[in-house]
């Protein structure tokens, strides 16, 4: 007979959306070490399984929808999800399905990572799921967190600058209806700038640059933290703030592991 200490179970569920990195840097490999570190209970829809590393990606096989939406019930039936985010989603059907599932299932956080292209510069989403994803999934969701070249492509017009991410970001929330946390880390400079733009409102959050090798999964990290943090009951400017902290935390303690130098989470 074993006597199990059951530690109070009041925990909040998120759920991630995304594909799987064979190289454990990105997707829901990055989400769940993230939820984890953060003491939240984080539970997986699995979009696509892909064959990559650091330094390339070699393929992408998407996931059939009906088999990503199986899982999405799967999950929402047995946990009360207070928050979820997503990650790459390849295809139309792909993010018409997510889209339909997660208002079935009244998801009340919906935490968008609009994955366009990996990190070694491949493409990941088909232009017609593009197009989706403006159209049904983003009206959606409270939150996107597009970095500079996301931020171009969705809000129409080239970033080379501070003034630029801020009227982004400024577009993007109010064609969308959404809170956007545009990304600046791409940007020159000592400091990296992100800027949300919430229902009017512009705020940055300027933290020092951190000389890393690598930052294959820092988006993945940072709008994995911020679901997080919102299924915590932060408000949202505190969790920008809180999840750039860790994702600088992570490049700075980042583990060489072979020739790569992936990022290590710590909350220390």
Known sequence: MHNYDYVNSDVPVVLTIASSDSGAGSGIQADLKTFSVLNVFGTCALTAVTAQSPSELRGIHPVPPDVVREQILSVSDEFPINAAKTGMLPTPDLVRVVSSTAEECGIPVLVVDPRMMSSSGARIMEPEALDMLK???????????????????????????????KKAAERISSQFQLACVATGGSLPGEEVIDVLCDEGSLHEFRHPRIAASETHGAGCTYSAALTAMIARGMLLTEAVENSRRLVSKALSHAWQVGKHFPLHLTVQ
């Open 135 to 165: 159209e049904r999934l983003l009206p959606q969701a409270r939150v996107v967190t597009p970095n500079v070249h996301e931020a171009e492509i969705l809000a129409g017009f080239p970033i080379g600058n501070l003034e630029d991410l």
